[in-house]
């Protein structure tokens, strides 16, 4: 690891400023930034530490949509009854995610800044052509061992699978990020890599995550996460959907349906598509089943990791259809 300093920021204003320098990394949790220091891939010459900011980890909720702080923890935010009760899918895929102690240390902010799981990407001793650590250096992963990698989002400079489980669901609810002194949709919060697959986050120099915003909304209130994996803990997303479901006062009517799918792409993936289909149509197993396979429309696959596009589609399906109660 590389020798830095430390700098522990009075206020917001400070860690802004200090964050303004591109030699610069905030800490909070440090359970990211800590990983990708130990591994070479992030070199800050300055640690900005935000952990102690107060003010910053409060969750607020109101008829309109609940405001939580940067700085809360992954395992406060799951366990608080309100987003339980409002929020069930953002609670479940805090809960779904990483361990019990990383859940305790991680923050808020930190989980929608986290890096790629990509191998070829944490590991610059072994692979030197990674375009998010050295663009134009060309992407290992493409013509290599692919099995985790992305189908939807993709570019011939990178095809590294975005880690998120909360990032899903706050997507599929239309969030909003706080970033000082302005505010982006949570889609346009995380980039697409085309040509520039070092820049992931919308985020310019001198800002950083104060809070995030999400909407309430019945679809929200009956959502669920539905994560596959390899194996039951500790483990990214192979597939992963969240899904918010209303219905008309029949019961069997589609008001409104939110979908976002994880594990199989760049970024948090909303499958717009789905939710055309499905809105103001009968709730049936046929016609989910037909929608669902608009989730993967556009998906490229390279060798190993083919199966992630009918995985996910699946994934979509049994989500809905568990929100439909006909699962």
Request: net charge positive.
């Amino acid at each position: 690891m590389k020798a830095f300093s430390y700098l522990r920021a009075g206020s917001v204003d400070e860690a802004r400023q200090a964050a303004a320098s591109p030699a610069a990394m905030l800490l909070a949790g440090g359970t990211t930034l800590l990983d990708l220091a130990k591994c070479g891939v992030a070199e800050p010459e300055t640690m900005v530490d935000i952990s102690h900011l107060t003010g910053l980890d409060a969750i607020s909720l109101t008829d309109r949509d609940v405001t939580i702080g940067a700085l809360a923890k992954m395992s406060r935010v799951a366990d608080d009854a309100n987003i339980k009760a409002q929020f069930p899918a953002v609670s479940q895929a805090l809960s779904l995610a990483a361990s019990a102690q990383i859940r305790n240390m991680a923050t808020i902010g930190g989980n929608l800044l986290q890096r790629t799981r990509c191998p070829y990407f944490r590991d610059p001793a072994t692979f030197s052509a990674c375009n998010k650590r050295a663009p134009g250096s060309g992407c290992s992963a493409i013509g290599g061992v692919t099995r985790n990698h992305a189908v939807l989002g993709t570019s011939e400079a990178c095809i590294a699978t975005n880690p998120g489980d909360l990032a899903v669901a706050l997507v599929a609810f239309d969030a909003v990020v706080h970033l000082g002194n302005r505010q982006v949709a949570i889609d346009d919060f995380f980039l697409l890599p085309g040509t520039t697959p070092e820049r992931e986050h919308a985020i310019e120099p001198g800002e950083m995550i104060t809070a995030i915003t999400i909407p309430a909304s019945a679809a929200a209130r009956r959502s669920t996460y539905l994560k596959v994996r390899d194996r039951q803990s500790y483990e990214f997303a192979a597939a992963s959907a969240a899904v918010g479901l209303e219905l008309e006062a029949d019961g069997r009517t589609i008001r409104d349906i939110r979908v976002a799918l994880g594990g199989v792409a760049t970024k948090p993936w909303r499958a717009r598509a789905v939710e055309n289909a499905l809105k103001g149509q009968r709730l049936d197993a046929a016609a989910v089943k037909r929608a669902s396979l608009l989730a993967v429309q556009g998906a490229v696959y390279h060798g190993g990791n083919h199966y992630k596009i009918a995985l996910a589609l699946r994934v979509v399906e049994r989500a809905i259809l568990t929100m439909g109660e006909m699962a």
